[in-house]
């Protein structure tokens, strides 16, 4: 019962704040305002499901800087939450399976998102390097979870490249993500109203121009270690 009525909510606000992107976008030309609509996602979905947003670690960030946000992954929720808790225009990989759904594939499109066929591995490089491109021309942050998918036990999964060759091609310095608390939130009853507390973790930025492209591996472990040292 609770799945279908955090769900219902997700979709019902993602289409609502979703539309509302797509035509100002679509009317000013300009995708940096979908930060204003993807803020009050994230905040109105906050309220509705009674969470408390913790963010640490906020002096890591320069305030007009653009970072790929290298997060855990455990619940829907880590996408709407990290548009607040990063405070930027900010944009995801999302999974090719959402462009099955024609509004929001309209939706991301326009806001700037990329698609990305998990299970083929020259289509996700071609779209990688699209967003790369798009970058140079319209700077915004991305949002990344280099497991691959959520974490079906809370565990921190092995880390994909994903991240470390964004970040390495565009030289956008790394902001490894630790979040705690949307496991345990995801897992609650339908009757359980408290308060759930969800904290986003920012460690200090990993400069990827110090990486190679031979060296992905290697990054690719720095920033897990990043994330899994911010455990507590």
């Not at 990329?114 to 991305?142: C, G, H, T, W, Y």
């Not at 959520?150 to 030289?171: C, Q, Y």
């Not at 956008?172 to 995801?186: A, K, M, R, T």
Request: net charge positive; aromatic share 14%; proline share 3%.
């Amino acid at each position: 019962m609770r799945t279908i009525w955090v769900y219902s909510n997700i979709a019902l606000w993602t289409l609502i704040f979703g539309l509302g992107s797509f035509f100002t976008i679509l009317l000013t030309g300009k995708k940096k305002y979908f930060r204003f609509f993807a803020n009050i996602w994230g905040k109105t979905l906050s309220l509705i499901f009674n969470i408390n947003l913790v963010i640490e670690g906020e002096e890591n960030l320069e305030k007009n800087k653009n970072y790929i946000f290298a997060a855990n992954h455990c619940s829907f929720i880590d996408i709407p939450l990290l548009c607040v808790a990063c405070k930027r225009y900010l944009v995801f990989v999302a999974k090719s399976e959402l462009k099955k759904i024609p509004i929001f594939k309209s939706i991301l499109d326009r806001a700037g998102f990329v698609f990305v066929d998990r299970q083929n591995n020259d289509n996700a490089v071609n779209s990688m390097n699209i967003l790369i491109n798009d970058i140079s021309s319209e700077p915004r942050s991305v949002g990344i979870f280099p497991e691959g998918t959520r974490s079906r036990d809370g565990v921190l999964k092995k880390f994909k490249k994903g991240a470390a060759v964004m970040a390495i091609n565009t030289h956008i310095p790394v902001i490894p993500v630790y979040i705690s608390g949307s496991y345990e939130w995801s897992k609650k009853s339908f009757f359980d109203l408290t308060r759930s507390t969800i904290k986003f973790q920012f460690s200090e930025p990993i400069d990827s121009k110090n990486f190679s492209y031979e060296q992905r591996q290697s990054f690719t472990d720095l920033i897990r270690s990043k994330v899994e040292g911010m455990k507590k």
